[in-house]
């Protein structure tokens, strides 16, 4: 019996570490395609100030995101000098930075949504809406537990 959980959990695992690299795969294939000049491991970024209304405090990203600030800042300079994003200081507290997306930027985060949202439904396909919703709260209990 011991075995047989090792071997499930071990299935378990790897199913959502094929997901996961399928992602990848399919992400960096279609970034290629769609000549988007944004690293696949990046994508978060765009995603999480399209998801805030396109305004974010820098601080806010680090946490949403799980970066340490200096990661984000290589990556917030780097999409700066793309013309992707940029920075924007507060009136009312200098030490306080606010990070957007340009409109370029912007429409490269509507192509990652149309993307990702293309991903979800190829490995919906074969399911049933109560089956997602399971799986999605399911995920969600997992997330928590991290």
Known sequence: MIEKEVINKKKFVGQ??????????YLKK??????IPINGNHIGFFIILADFNNKLEFKEIAEIARKSKSSLCDIVD????????QREHSSANKKTVYVKLTSEGLKYSREIKEI????????????????IKEIEGILDIM???L
């Not at 279609?30 to 000549?35: N, S």
């Not at 780097?78 to 994003?85: I, K």
């Not at 990702?116 to 089956?131: A, C, G, S, V």
């Open 16 to 25: 959502m570490q094929l997901i996961g690299e399928k992602f990848t795969e």
């Open 30 to 35: 279609e970034l290629k395609k769609r000549e």
């Open 78 to 85: 780097r999409y700066e000098d793309q013309g992707l994003a």
């Open 116 to 131: 990702t949202d293309q991903y979800f439904d190829k490995i919906t396909r074969n399911l049933n809406e109560k089956q």
């Open 143 to 145: 997330h928590r537990s």
